[in-house]
């Protein structure tokens, strides 16, 4: 309720614009990660409980992992924007109204939870990206095993027929 017996509350209403965009983002950005974090959940189902890893697994894990890069790159630019576009106010009263209107956004609870929620994704892929890591690497060992063993054995053999 805005109560201005000149009726000059332009700036005021640009404040609350600004305050309900500021949360319009933020719950869109959420709403995004929300989507992003069900799919990681698909992922990890796919890849530890289908029981058959295979190389295009890693192939779109290496592809999600570059997304969720951009990903957190657009959204802490568009915090950072929004956390800048709220610096330009200069007026105190226009500035103390928008961060009261933030503060009963709860934009900053909001932030947190965007903040929260992405650190949380890109730990998932990485972890599974380490995890698919660790498996190739395990793999090659094996084989480097297998042919330091096999060699010599066929020199020995090789050796016993030529004799």
Request: proline share 1%.
């Amino acid at each position: 309720l805005i109560i201005d017996p000149s009726a000059d509350y332009d700036d005021v209403l640009m404040m609350a614009e600004h305050a309900n965009y500021r949360l319009i983002e933020l719950r869109e950005l959420d709403f995004l990660l929300d989507e992003w974090l069900s799919e990681a959940e698909r992922d990890i189902r796919r890849l530890y409980f289908s029981g058959r890893r295979k190389r295009s697994s890693e192939r779109a894990l290496r592809l999600k992992l570059a997304q969720i890069q951009g990903l957190r790159f657009d959204a802490l630019f568009t915090l950072e924007n929004l956390d800048n576009s709220s610096k330009i106010i200069g007026d105190y009263f226009l500035g103390s109204i928008y961060h009261r209107l933030c503060e009963i956004f709860n934009t900053d609870e909001w932030k947190f939870s965007v903040e929260r929620r992405l650190n949380a994704l890109q730990n998932i892929y990485e972890l599974l990206k380490s995890d698919t890591t660790e498996q190739r690497m395990m793999t090659l060992e094996m084989v480097f095993i297998a042919v330091c063993i096999i060699f010599p054995i066929l020199q020995i053999i090789q050796v016993m027929l030529v004799k």
